[in-house]
């Protein structure tokens, strides 16, 4: 059934100023899941066997893209409101002990709640980089939690050497997957290259012969990989010297997550190859991955989120973060240099936009986080009626500065409503049962490894640690635990 959306500031995109035009009054028809016209125009003829919407006062956004995420952690909700990235990949990571604690039950709800706190706060488009490859009984729930979400995601599978569930037998599994994607799908199969990545430049078993088979097998559609460099342990995934060519890839999407120590000629591969970094700012803030280059790529770049269960799960935040974050480092640029700031170096705009448009085109997508005639109906109305957005008359300001998950009314998805009237709407599992099933998950895998294990000499045998500096309201010039 067709929809309208009538009567509500729509922030829609111009193609030819790549920029958002607000239309403070305007009506939203959507038929078969796309957007087919957008009216200004009092008297639009509305079809008769149209639902209508009456959204006057109301912001009419694209839908927020996540370009990355693990969303199986979920579960891991506050368990480690401190911890850093080092101490993360020992204790909770997908090479962790911790993911014995999960049954693959606890695996599909977990993934699910992620994905229900997004769409809950307006997040329509993931790219998941699904490291849940521990062992085989594992990956089919992760990949069933996508499909039953509602939202739209590019499952990215990371292939990998695991003990007891080999890489033939990960593209087996994979394989699998691939049979319940059809061209329609929400849900499109994607890779994480992390552990394939391990045998790029030595690979004696030639174990990436047969890659291009299989992106071409199961119809990849986005490629994606962790990519730290700086200090971090090498792992040949910079983008100046990686070669996915023997993947044959030109015409796949690929996206480096992070990425927070670019080179100047990673930047320029990024641009001459039109492929995207995802930057995660909480996550590069609150783990210390650092963020030292993300300022200089807003052109090649799309914001992400990883790990929802330490932090917000909404993209708004991210783009808050990201925002502000951004300002500071370029005002401190002038400030350093003794000079007042003339300018306020990034716009709200350019913040909205790569939260919506930039994961469109990271994806390579031109009908996703954009409002025009063609595109995907994936649809954020925000109420703007709150004690916190009252009084809004620039809708963008309203939405990068000031909304919360709480002001989303409704969300669709391919014109389906996900969250209407500010509930979710119930789709395979009644948000009930999910919170019960949920709970008990949460609660038996959070006692089964609070303790985190002692950390290693060195990450990964390799990366040298440093002390740092605590910041204290108890003492001043702390050492590293806190002691004066
Ligand atoms: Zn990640
Ligand atoms: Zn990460």
Redesign the pocket.
Known sequence: MSKVLKDGTVLMFDDTTKSIRVLPKASVLIENGRITAISENPDFQIPENAEVLNVYGKIISPGFINT???TWQTVYRTIGPNVFLSQYFEWLGHMSGATAAFTPDDVYISSLAGYLEGLHGGVTSYVE?A?NNWKETVVEPGFDAAMDSGARVWWCYDVADRKGFAMKEQWEALGKLGGKVTEGSLVQMGLSVDGLSGLFGNDPGGHLGYVPDMIRKLNIQAITM?HLGGPWPARKTAPSDIDLSTFQTTNIPIIY??APFLTDSDQTALREKDHFVSI?PE?EFHFGHGQTTGHLITDQASL?L??NWTFSGDMLSQTRLWLQNVRLTKSHRTLEAGRLPRTNPFPVEEAFLMATRQGGRALRRDDIGVIKVGAKADLVVFNGDSPNMLGWSDPIAAVVLHANPGDVEHVLVDGEFRKRNFKLVDRVIAWEKMRERFLEASRRIQKQIKEPPPMPERLWGVGEFGDVEMASTKCYGCGPRGTQ
Request: avoid cysteine; charged fraction near 10%.
């Open positions: 990355h995420i693990h980089h490291h962790h997550s992070h995660t996550s992400g990883d790990t």
